[in-house]
């Protein structure tokens, strides 16, 4: 199993302007760095371009970052011991605070990249139900055995009818 993770993020401004141009700036250089950390698998991109951002129906004013990686240590490091972690640590410069979660992780199988529908999906589940098994957070987080046996739950009650 694999760990994905969605995060999205609304911006203080269109990604034209001055506001968001030290951010932009730092994408290209982010998503590289992203691209050959250990444990990384896969990223959704928005283009050819390495600071590309995916273009989406969910909103003109929201930035997604969507990425699989091999395992929950993976993804810690590159988050917050890398070259990442300066730029998170601005974030609130370009982007605006908000009261329910933002970010989503979940175990997939390896070598499904899972659809941006389905990230948005968890997200949403996350926000209505609260971390469990199939939608967590580094702080509440399932490892992969407990998210597939809870999905393996309703199968093997319905099997029992």
Known sequence: MHLAQLNVAH???????????EFVAALAPINALADTAPGFVWRLKGGEEPDATVTHAFGDHLLINYSVWEDRESLWNFVYRSGHLPVLQRRREWFHRVAEPYSVMWWVEEGVPPSLD????RLERLRAEGPGPQAFTFKEFYEAGAAMAAASLPAAAEARK
């Open 11 to 21: 911006m203080r401004a269109p990604k034209e302007s001055a506001v968001m141009a």
């Open 118 to 121: 389905e990230g948005m999906a």
